[in-house]
């Protein structure tokens, strides 16, 4: 498969919705290739910009690194180029770049830089650790702003600087002053993608502070739903936005804020609800109750 360039990958990822598709399980909680490539299909005949495959949703952080090899695979050979394939870099600095290269060979089309497993670093660390996994690969690169890796505007300024072929920014922190300083010093020179969970709640304020994108995981089981909302929030349509808050993305929320870990299990539930099988999430996540999933299948009915 021919390299994606940086900035044709930029370019098509920033004009319209991601996805990232969950990673499927069986009851023993083994990949079960046969249905990701039935979810990839289904999540690729829709008008997405960028499935990002063993994401955050996609419970990366619960595969080994040769699980992750094979699902980046399976989704780059099943997609077959109609769809950029990004795929994820995790842990510390040297696990990271064994990722980002093995995802290059895999023919992935970009990459999805984690934050560091576990430790605490400054700002100085991170931008190495940054710049380090950019060196090592020609893939674009998005960093993944959040947790123990919360970037300054300064930093990513540098970082921008420093890394012809990091093309992005995701946000997962939703601080208003540190988005508007970094777009201010940065300007274009990113993409900015929201990653908090569930980016609809955010997308609208944040389109204001040049986040004109993010990851969204209702397109998982209600991919006509989240395209809408996505061109509703494009337009400005304010009271189209709120409407579908009300109707459905709050109470969703309602649901997903009763456990910790949630935010994943809720969108295998999803699936569930829609007739497609989400299948369980591995621990340390827990699966919804009986009961909430019968909330969830009636609320999803509102929209379907």
Request: proline share 6%; glycine share 8%; aromatic share 8%.
């Amino acid at each position: 498969m021919t390299l994606l360039p940086p900035d044709a990958l930029a370019d098509r990822l920033k004009s319209g919705l991601l996805s990232f598709p969950v990673t499927h399980f069986d009851a023993d909680l083994q990949f079960d290739e046969a249905r990701y490539r039935e979810h990839l299909a289904w999540q690729a005949s829709f008008d997405v910009a960028g499935l990002f495959a063993a994401g955050g949703t996609g419970e990366g952080f619960s595969l080994t690194p040769a699980e992750i090899d094979r699902v980046v695979r399976v989704a780059v050979d099943e997609v077959a180029g109609k769809v950029p394939v990004v795929a994820p870099a995790t842990g510390g600095t040297a696990v990271a770049v064994a990722q980002a290269q093995a995802a290059q060979a895999a023919g992935a089309s970009g990459l999805l830089l984690f934050p560091p497993y576990l430790t605490e670093a400054g700002q100085q660390g991170l931008a190495e650790h940054i710049s380090t996994v950019c060196r090592a690969t020609d893939l674009g690169v998005i960093v993944y702003s959040r947790a123990n890796a919360v970037l300054t505007d300064v930093t990513v300024a540098e970082i921008a600087d420093r890394n012809p072929n990091l093309i992005g920014l995701k946000d997962g922190v939703g601080d208003i002053e540190q988005m508007t300083r970094t777009y201010a010093r940065v300007g274009d020179r990113l993409i900015y993608v929201g990653g908090l969970p569930t980016a609809e709640t955010f997308a609208l304020p944040l389109l204001q502070l040049g986040v004109t994108t993010y990851s969204s995981a209702l397109y998982n089981f209600l991919p006509e739903f989240a395209l809408r909302f996505y061109a509703a929030v494009r337009a400005q349509d304010r009271p189209a936005v709120y409407r579908m808050l009300n109707d459905f993305v709050i109470p969703y929320l309602d649901i997903r804020d009763r456990r910790r870990g949630y935010a994943v299990s809720i969108v295998k539930a999803g699936l569930t609800a829609v007739g497609r099988d989400g299948g369980p999430v591995r621990p340390p996540l827990s699966d919804l109750t009986e009961s909430e999933l019968a909330e969830l299948t009636t609320l999803v009915k509102r929209v379907s």
